[in-house]
């Protein structure tokens, strides 16, 4: 029977097959790209996912990152152009272009990182140097990520490496001039307050000194026109005397008397001391009524 | 094959009861393909209980595990998850969620992303479990919440940004980014600084809320597009914004000084209120009073004319009877209520018993009530 040795020699084939089959074929993921390199030497680069296939056990296959990569930069103080200090934390983001150069220059990812921190760190210094705070802070902070993300994008494309962004996160005073600015914020808002009241006392004053004035013109008005009416009033009755008194003057004027006599002296506290030769007592000593036109002196 | 027919039951009818109600199972199910791995087994068994036809046994052995091979491929995608499925590795295709299927492993494998969940991420707090609550409650974090504005002064700002996987960019955002989640926050923060950063203080404090959250969101998207994230920023919520800690009081200090402000001024226009009416009414009051004094004063004048043209219409019928008779009438009337003391001094000097008046006895006879003030009224009246 040859059956044995031919099985087990299939089964062998069958074997051997196999494994050169797995070892002549590799998958390149949507993230990654491939460096191909045999025996050492770098022959191609693969980014198109899916399964590719290469010489078996001569060749062997890099994997590379080929996704956008985090590089996250601690918080630094940069002195900008006015001399004033600010601490900065910028974040940059890139890809490996050139995975071939990449490769060959610096290897791995976190290599890479360490390359470019360094690299992001010089940048910010120097592009940031030459502003000020408020362009930094207020005017020209994207035309600066600008700058920055162009002078690192051309020092790392030696390493193979794209800069696709870098970003200024945080520009912030350090704490001893966030202090000076709470400082200031503090008597401005102080200033702004004491200046609030002080117009609302004196838009108060105004409103009460016009309320007064005008009660004051008000009330002079009226006394003014009061005065007026009384003298009209007084310039009636003085006619109307004149009209009715003037007929007979003299009649007036006893008659006048009487009435002055009676309303002044009609009290019960009067004391009248008498002659008995006034022209009352005309009759009391004589029915003739002798005596005429002596005064009674009266006394109060 | 009978047990194909057996084995395609719990696939084919099934599993929309388990899988409706399952909610964190995802993808293929082990246990059941084991199962139905035990079954199928059993199943051979049967057919095969002496082992005779052992190359059709082989045979369907391999079939078998064929078809179990093929079947693996089924997947179900929740309701939150789109299917996202690769062939070596290649995206080739997106799927919906529901019943699903791919080649194979190794051909086809499968990533289930939530991808139409909204995320939050909220920046300058965090949320930390608190378990005496049995909730979650904010921490504020000041190093991400304090921000510098273009006038120079300083704010605390909290916000949250919400975002998702944009419909057709799934492949983007599993692909195209090394750490979502991570770039979308730093983003944000980036983008909120900026737009502080280029405006001053009064307005964020105040009107300007809704203008900065859009500005932020554009700004976000806009950063967030260019580098093909997939990520779509549905909103930007500010939470909080306030003027630092150190100075909050200052600033309240501020609208507490308007409210004063506001107060002198209606407490005076109160005053004006007040005074001004009043001062209508005295002014009305004294018109009137002199008004009447004027009515009064022609009224008695008429009145007193009138008497005295009576008096004199009669005076004229008979002048000499109606003055004496006047005269004594008045006399009478005055003389009558008087204390009278009559003296015959003599024809003409009686100056002889003035000097023994006693005039200090017949001054005081005054009514015994009167006080001090009351004379010196009565002496002006």
Redesign the interface.
Known sequence: MRSPVAGVASLLLLFIVLILGYSSVF??????QVLLVRLGEPIRVVT????NFKAPFIDTVISI??????L?NPSQEVIAADSRRLVVDA?A?YKIKNALRFYQSIGSIQAANIQLTTLLNASLRRVLGEAT??QI??DD??ALMVKIREQLDKEADGYGIQV??V???????PEAN?QA??QR??TE??R??????A???Q??????A???R???V??A???S???Q??G???A???R??A???G??PD??A??RS?TA??NS?????????????SD??RFFGSSSGKFGGAAAAP?Q | MPWKNQGGGPWGSGPKGPWGSGPQSVGPRPPDLEDLLRRGQDKIQQILPGGHFSGMGIALILIGALAIWGLSGFFRVQSEELGVVLRFGKHVRTVQPGLNYHLPYPIETVLLPKALRVSTISIGMTLIDDPARRGRTMRDVPEESLMLTGDENIVDVDFTVLWRIKPDGVGNYLFNIQNPEGTVKAVAESAMREVIGRSEIQPILTGARTLTESNVQELMQKTLDYYGSGVQITQVQMQKVDPPAQVIDAFRDVQAAQADAQRAQNEAQTYANRVVPEARGRASQILQVAEGYKEQAVAEAKGQSARFEKVYDEYRKAPDVTRQRIYLETMERILGAAEKLVYDGGSSGGQSIVPYLPLNELTPRRPPQSTAGQPQQGGNR
């Not at chain 1, 702004?192 to 009241?197: L, V």
């Open positions: 998958t390149v993921a949507q993230t990654e198109e996912p899916g399964l990152d080929k996704r956008i990569l985090d996250e974040f983001r705070l408020t802070v207020r902070r994207d696709v962004d970003r200024i996160r945080r520009a912030d005073l966030s600015v709470y914020m503090q808002r102080q702004q307050a004491a200046e609030f009241r117009q609302g006392n838009k108060g004053q105004e409103t009460r016009k309320a007064d005008e009660a004051t008000i009330v008005d009226a006394n026109t009061a005065e009416v009384r009209a009033g007084d009636e009755r003085n109307l005397f009209d009715a008194y007929k007979d009649f007036f006893f008659y009487m006599y009676e002296l009609k009290s019960n506290d009067t004391r009248f001391l008498l002659r008995p030769d009352f007592f006394k």
